[in-house]
C-alpha cells in the first residue's frame, strides 16, 4: 500500500514563501512521476505542478510559473513544492499525488494520479 504524507502547510502574509513536502512510502518511489494539485473553497481541484520520475522534466500552471518550484528526492522519497511571492488566490488545500504512468502520461490531469495524499491547508492573507 503506498501512503503520502504531505507536511509545510500555514498561514501565511502575501509575498511570502512557504515550502511544502510530501514523503511517499510502501513503493519504490522512483517508480512514480509526482503532482502537486490544490482545490479552493467552491472551486474544482485544480492542477499546480508535476515532476517526472527522475526529475527531468518539470510542468507547472500558468497561474504559478515563476513563483512555485517542484522538486523531489528520490533517496529521501520525498517530493517538494517551494511556494514563494504567495498570493491570497493561492489559498488552497494542497494534494500531492502518484502517478505509475510513463512519459506519454499527462501529468497536468488528474486522471493520470493514482495514490493521493491527505493535503495540507495553504492560507495566505492579504
Known amino acids: 500500500q503506498v501512503q503520502l504524507v504531505e507536511s509545510g502547510g500555514g498561514l501565511v502574509q502575501a509575498g511570502g514563501s512557504l515550502r ?4 511517499v512510502s510502501g513503493r519504490t518511489f522512483s517508480n512514480y512521476a509526482m503532482g502537486w494539485f490544490r482545490q479552493a ?5 485544480e492542477f499546480v505542478s508535476a515532476i517526472r520520475r527522475n526529475g ?6 500558468d497561474s504559478v ?17 517551494q511556494m514563494n511571492s504567495l498570493k491570497p488566490e493561492d489559498t488552497a488545500v494542497y494534494y500531492c499525488a502518484a502517478s505509475e504512468l510513463g512519459m506519454a502520461a499527462n501529468l497536468r490531469e488528474g486522471g493520470a494520479y ?4 491527505q493535503g495540507t491547508q495553504v492560507t495566505v492573507s492579504s
Request: glycine share 12%; hydrophobic share 25%.
Open 41 to 45: 473553497p467552491g472551486k474544482e481541484r
Open 56 to 61: 527531468g522534466f518539470t510542468y507547472y500552471a
Open 20 to 23: 511544502l513536502s510530501c514523503t
Open 114 to 117: 493514482v495514490y493521493w495524499g
Open 65 to 81: 510559473k515563476g513563483r512555485f518550484t517542484i522538486s523531489r528526492d528520490n533517496n529521501k522519497n520525498t517530493v517538494s513544492l
